[in-house]
């Protein structure tokens, strides 16, 4: 299990007639969103990263990292949503039979395009460094209350994290 105080607890996945359904906690509260004041970025990011930490220390990457996928609740933030996430150093998914089977097929990309990471985007297996890569981002969101990489398409937010250095906060 997953029992962070900034992370919603990850208690079980349950395998249904060939989906699995994750048992976590109810989290009330509402998705991060910027600018925010630096005390409170600060903060939020040290709690954000204190769940990443454990999760990756269980060897559980989220892969989705996002700002609507971390709620401000009244204790601070809580990281939530392991749909897309793999369980292990290799990309194996949380339960690789029935988790993603039907949602993804090698080398298909998982996650949010605007959060994720050049090896994601190319196909490449996401590990650790994939989350602290999305992590970079929120950060950034949540000072500046705008996306790091974005685009009027798809295709250029794609060439803008592979090819661009992230953009100043200034």
């Known amino acids: 299990p997953l029992e962070h105080p900034h992370s919603c607890g990850l208690y079980d996945v349950c395998p249904e007639d060939g989906v699995s359904f994750l048992v976590m906690e109810y989290v009330e509260g509402t998705p991060l969103a910027g600018p925010l004041p630096l005390e409170r970025v600060l903060a939020y990011a040290g709690q954000i990263a204190g769940a990443l930490d454990e999760a990756h220390r269980k060897q559980i990457v989220h892969r989705d990292l996002k700002p609507s996928n971390i709620l401000v609740t009244k204790s601070g933030v809580k990281l939530l949503d392991f749909g897309l996430a793999k369980l292990g150093r290799h990309d194996t998914p949380l339960d690789d039979a029935a988790l ?13 395009l605007h959060y994720m990471s050049p ?15 999305a992590f970079g981002l929120v950060v950034y969101e949540m000072l500046t209350g705008r996306r790091a990489f974005d685009g009027a398409s798809p295709a250029s937010i794609i060439a803008a994290i592979l090819e661009r250095s992230a953009p100043s906060v200034d």
């Open 119 to 133: 090896e994601q985007l190319q196909g490449s297996p996401a590990d650790a460094r994939s989350d602290i890569f």
């Open 100 to 112: 993603t089977r039907g949602i993804t097929a090698a080398g298909t990309i998982l996650g949010t």
